[in-house]
C-alpha cells in the first residue's frame, strides 16, 4: 500500500461501510454492545491496513520439518487513545498489534458558552518514551480536530515519533482540514471511515452519530 497522507474508507464501499451504517442509525445504536463491537471492528480493520504501511524486517522462523524465511514487524508501535469514547476503538487496534505499547489521554470539552468557540481542557497524559517510534492516535469522532492536535502535542513532550497514524471512524471536513493544516512537525497520516459536510453550532459532526461515548457507556452527568 502506497504511502498517503489522508485514507477515507467508505470512498469505496467495503464491510466498513456497513459498520459505519449501523453506527450511525439511531435503532441499532440502542444496542450499546453490538455499538462498541462495530467500532471494535473498524479499529481492526484500520490495524491491518495501517499494517501495511510498517517497516519490516526479515526473520527466520523455525518449522518442525525446517526454517522459512519471512518478515516480521520493525518498528516499535504505540497505540494512543482519549478516554473515554477511544476505548473501544482502541480494543480493536490493541487485538491486531498485540505487541505496541500503549498511552492513554483524558481530555474533555469545557462547558460550551453561546456564541463562543469550543474550548478543551486536557487533565492526563500517560505515555512512554516515543522518540522513532510510530505513534497511532485513535478517536472515534474528529470534530473541530482541536482536542486531537491538543492530545498530540500532549504526547510530543514525550519524544519525537517516525511516524504519526490519526484515526477516526467518522470526521467533520473542518476537522479533517484543521489537522492537515496544523500537524505539521512529524510525517503523519489520517485514517478516517468517513468524512461529513459540516459540524453544527455546538460543533458536534452532521450527519455524524451523536456522542460517541454516551453511546458506548450511557449518558453521563
Not at 441499532?28 to 499494517?51: H, P, T
Not at 468517513?194 to 450511557?218: H, M, Q, R, S, V
Request: overall charge negative.
Amino acid at each position: 500500500m502506497k504511502s498517503e497522507k489522508l485514507v477515507v474508507f467508505d470512498q469505496q464501499p467495503s464491510i466498513v461501510t456497513q459498520y459505519l451504517n449501523e453506527l450511525r442509525n439511531i435503532d441499532v445504536q440502542k444496542d450499546s454492545m453490538r455499538f462498541r463491537e462495530n467500532l471494535k471492528r473498524i479499529g481492526e480493520i484500520m490495524a491491518y491496513e495501517m499494517s501495511k504501511t510498517f517497516a519490516f524486517k526479515p526473520v527466520d522462523i523455525q518449522t518442525p520439518l525446517a526454517v522459512a524465511k519471512s518478515e516480521e514487524v520493525q518498528d516499535q508501535v504505540v497505540l494512543t487513545t482519549i478516554l473515554r469514547a477511544g476505548l473501544p476503538l482502541y480494543d480493536g487496534f490493541v487485538r491486531i498489534l498485540d505487541n505496541a505499547e500503549s498511552a492513554f489521554v483524558a481530555s474533555y470539552r469545557a462547558p460550551a458558552v453561546h456564541g463562543e468557540e469550543v474550548s478543551i481542557n486536557m487533565e492526563y497524559v500517560a505515555s512512554g518514551d516515543l522518540t522513532d517510534k510510530v505513534v497511532i492516535l485513535a478517536d472515534p469522532m474528529l470534530a473541530t480536530g482541536k482536542s486531537l492536535l491538543l492530545a498530540y502535542k500532549g504526547l510530543r513532550k514525550n519524544g519525537r515519533p517516525k511516524h504519526v497514524h490519526i484515526a477516526a471512524v467518522i470526521a467533520s471536513q473542518q476537522g479533517v482540514d484543521y489537522i492537515m493544516e496544523n500537524m505539521d512537525d512529524v510525517p503523519f497520516t489520517l485514517w478516517i471511515g468517513a468524512i461529513d459536510p459540516e459540524l453544527n453550532d455546538k460543533a458536534y459532526i452532521i450527519p455524524g452519530l451523536g456522542d460517541a461515548g454516551d453511546l458506548c457507556f450511557g449518558p453521563k452527568l
